[in-house]
Structure formats: structure tokens, C-alpha cells
């Protein structure tokens, strides 16, 4: 009788032992979650986590070197909203119109990491309600107040679509040191420039277009290989008198230029 007491006490102190230790197991497990899952300290101007490695980049670019209508800007503006709905947190978001010299305007330019929204944080350790008004008040308000003013086109006598691009590839935040580099170009991708322009052949190709191969090597001597490994997504906006050109022949074209310098490159109508 003694002897059962005894074993079963026994029982009882490595039973209590057991649950002591996965006990402490479990605050060790909970605490290490809750710094892990807390986010990393950022950049109160980029809102990019601080760090040495860049962030994935999205930028995306509206060729405003041609006119468009009311309609297509309204289309303009939901493509860059679908767009901002596909990010990741943390990943970069740069907003660009280009000008006719192959420039991008500084002062439409919008270049933020996305935060994160209220839905894509674990609410057990972070506030969704917060993080949601720091996505609104921080990232797409700013991004909001800009769209009006981006949509508006600025006709000019130039459009250097490619150049503009493989600048782009050279800028600091864009190099290939970005894990995952992604353009979408809104455009008519109706290039004019002394690379090549598709200009002067009555709304087909002229007859004096330089070859695809020579076009990519002018661009590789000018900007390097700035652009090799990128995603490209082409939403395009047709122009009546060239649409035929513009889904067909200059397609062709455009993605063995593209294809010479490395870039994947799919096309969307707007």
C-alpha cells in the first residue's frame, strides 16, 4: 500500500515537472512569436524597411508625351489601382509620367513601400485597425491626391518609350540589385525618338526601321544591360489610325527588342 502512494506520488511531481516545462515552453514559443512577428523599423520618408537589401519595385510609368481621352484616363487611374491592391508588404511603388525628352517628371513622382493594410497583418500580434490608418494616411492618400494630376496628358513632339525604360533600369532603387523588378507601361508604345521612330510610314512600319538586334545593341551601348531580367507589362493604348500597326507589326518588333534585352515582357489593352 505505502508503495503505491509512493509511486503515484511520484507520478504527480513528473506530471507537474512536465507541465512546468511545457508551460515555460509555451511563453517561450509565444514571446519569441511576438518580437518576431513585430515589424522591422523603416524609413519615416520610403516607408521601406531599413535595411542593405532593396525591396521588390513595381513602377509603373504613363507615357504622357500624346494625347488621350476622358474615358482612357479614368481607365489609367484603375490600372494603377489594381496595381497598388497587388502589392506586397514591403514592396516599393513608383508612380512616373514621362516627358518628351525620355525624363521622368519629378513632380508627379510617387515612390513609397507599401506598409501593409489592416487585412494583411496576424491581429494577434498587431492592430489592424492602426495599420490600416497608417496604409490610408501614409501611402494611398498621398498616392490618391496624385492621380488627378497624373492623368491629365501633355501632347509633345517626342516619345522616347525605350529610353525612358532603360533609365529607369539605372536609377538606384530600380538596379538589378532589387529582387523583383516589374514595370507596367501605359502607353501607345508609338516610339519617336533618334533610336528609332515608327513615324513616316502612313500608318504601317516605314520601310527604313533599323532591325530589332541593332536597336537593342544602340540601347545596351547607351544604358548597359539596365533592363535584362525585368517583367514588363505593356497596357496599351490604341490610336485609331495606327491600332492595325500597334497590335501587329510594331508588336513584333517591339518584343524582339525586348526579348534582346532580357525583359518579359506581356501586353494588356488598356
Given at each position: 500500500?505505502a508503495?503505491?502512494?509512493?509511486?503515484?506520488?511520484?507520478?504527480?511531481?513528473?506530471?507537474?515537472i512536465?507541465?512546468?516545462?511545457l508551460?515555460?515552453?509555451?511563453?517561450?514559443?509565444?514571446?519569441?512569436?511576438?518580437?518576431?512577428?513585430q515589424?522591422?523599423?523603416?524609413?519615416e520618408l520610403?516607408l521601406?524597411?531599413?535595411?542593405?537589401?532593396?525591396?521588390p519595385?513595381?513602377?509603373?510609368i504613363?507615357?504622357?508625351?500624346?494625347?488621350?481621352s476622358?474615358?482612357q484616363?479614368?481607365?489609367?487611374a484603375?490600372?494603377?489601382?489594381?496595381?497598388?491592391?497587388?502589392?506586397?508588404i514591403?514592396?516599393?511603388f513608383?508612380?512616373?509620367?514621362?516627358?518628351?525628352?525620355?525624363?521622368?517628371d519629378?513632380?508627379g513622382r510617387f515612390?513609397?513601400?507599401n506598409?501593409?493594410?489592416?487585412?494583411?497583418?496576424?491581429?494577434?500580434?498587431?492592430n489592424?485597425?492602426q495599420i490600416e490608418?497608417?496604409?490610408?494616411?501614409k501611402?494611398?492618400?498621398?498616392?490618391?491626391s496624385?492621380?488627378?494630376d497624373?492623368v491629365?496628358p501633355?501632347?509633345?513632339p517626342?516619345s522616347?518609350?525605350l529610353?525612358?525604360l532603360?533609365?529607369?533600369?539605372?536609377?538606384?532603387a530600380?538596379?538589378?540589385?532589387?529582387?523583383e523588378?516589374?514595370?507596367v507601361?501605359?502607353?501607345?508604345?508609338?516610339q519617336?525618338?533618334?533610336?528609332?521612330?515608327i513615324?513616316g510610314?502612313?500608318?504601317?512600319?516605314?520601310?527604313?526601321?533599323?532591325?530589332a538586334?541593332?536597336?537593342a545593341?544602340?540601347?545596351?551601348r547607351?544604358?548597359g544591360?539596365?533592363?535584362n531580367?525585368?517583367e514588363?507589362?505593356?497596357?496599351?493604348?490604341p490610336r485609331?489610325?495606327?491600332v492595325?500597326m500597334?497590335?501587329?507589326?510594331?508588336?513584333?518588333?517591339?518584343?524582339?527588342?525586348?526579348?534582346?534585352?532580357?525583359v518579359d515582357?506581356?501586353?494588356?489593352?488598356?
Open positions: 500500500m508503495r503505491r502512494r509512493r509511486t503515484r506520488q511520484k507520478k504527480q511531481r513528473n506530471q507537474a512536465l507541465n512546468f516545462v508551460a515555460g515552453l509555451a511563453v517561450a514559443i509565444i514571446a519569441f512569436a511576438f518580437f518576431a512577428m515589424p522591422e523599423p523603416y524609413d520610403t521601406c524597411e531599413i535595411s542593405d537589401d532593396l525591396p519595385h513595381t513602377a509603373v504613363i507615357d504622357k508625351t500624346d494625347e488621350y476622358e474615358q484616363a479614368d481607365l489609367i484603375a490600372v494603377i489601382r489594381r496595381t497598388r491592391n497587388r502589392l506586397e514591403g514592396e516599393r513608383t508612380l512616373f509620367e514621362l516627358d518628351q525628352d525620355g525624363q521622368f519629378p513632380r515612390s513609397l513601400c506598409p501593409g493594410r489592416g487585412d494583411q497583418v496576424n491581429a494577434l500580434f498587431r489592424p485597425a490608418e497608417r496604409f490610408n494616411e501611402f494611398n492618400q498621398p498616392l490618391e496624385l492621380l488627378e497624373l491629365e501633355k501632347e509633345a517626342n522616347p518609350v529610353e525612358a532603360a533609365r529607369l533600369g539605372q536609377t538606384d530600380f538596379s538589378s540589385r532589387a529582387p523588378r516589374r514595370i507601361i501605359i502607353s501607345d508604345m508609338l519617336n525618338s533618334d533610336v528609332f521612330t513615324y510610314g502612313g500608318g504601317v512600319l516605314p520601310e527604313n526601321m533599323p532591325d538586334i541593332g536597336v545593341d544602340t540601347v545596351m547607351r544604358f544591360d539596365s533592363l531580367g525585368v514588363l507589362e505593356i497596357r496599351l493604348i485609331s489610325r495606327y492595325d500597334q497590335r501587329g507589326p510594331l508588336k513584333d518588333y517591339w518584343d524582339e527588342v525586348f526579348d534582346e534585352l532580357g515582357v506581356t501586353w494588356r489593352d488598356l
